[in-house]
Nanobody, 127 residues
């Protein structure tokens, strides 16, 4: 089971850190992806990380603003989001897929590859 937290309402330019806790399994042989769904839009990939070597991937919209990381001791993946924009508003989900080795965004953005999903956390960016 994956449990997201950290969503909140912030103003444009603000920051949030989302957490994704794996509560029933260890992350060692998995990749974790962060996805988001804006109102009226399809869910899209934002970022991903391979736990085995901490290689990461980012959507173009996230590059330079978001950072994904893992704390293995806490079995938790984080998504640090800076310089938030109104367009970042949505429900953010984390998901897990078995994976070992390096990855890039091209290898981790397909939602159908992931078989364990959290229930999401709401991020609202508005003035």
């Amino acid at each position: 089971q994956l449990v997201e937290s950290g969503g909140d309402s912030v103003q444009p330019g603000g920051s949030l850190r989302l957490s994704c806790l794996a509560s029933t399994f260890t992350l060692d042989y998995f990749a974790i992806g962060w996805f988001r769904q804006a109102p009226g839009k399809e869910r899209e990939a934002v970022s991903c990380i391979s736990i085995s070597d901490s290689s990461t991937g980012y959507a173009d919209s996230a590059k330079g603003r978001f950072t994904i990381s893992v704390d293995a001791a806490k079995n938790t993946v984080y998504l640090q989001m800076n310089r938030l924009e109104v367009e970042d508003t949505g429900v953010y989900y984390c998901a897990a897929v078995r994976h070992h080795g390096p990855l890039s965004f091209n290898l981790c953005h397909r939602q159908s590859d992931y078989d364990t999903w959290g229930r999401g956390t709401q991020v609202t960016v508005s003035a």
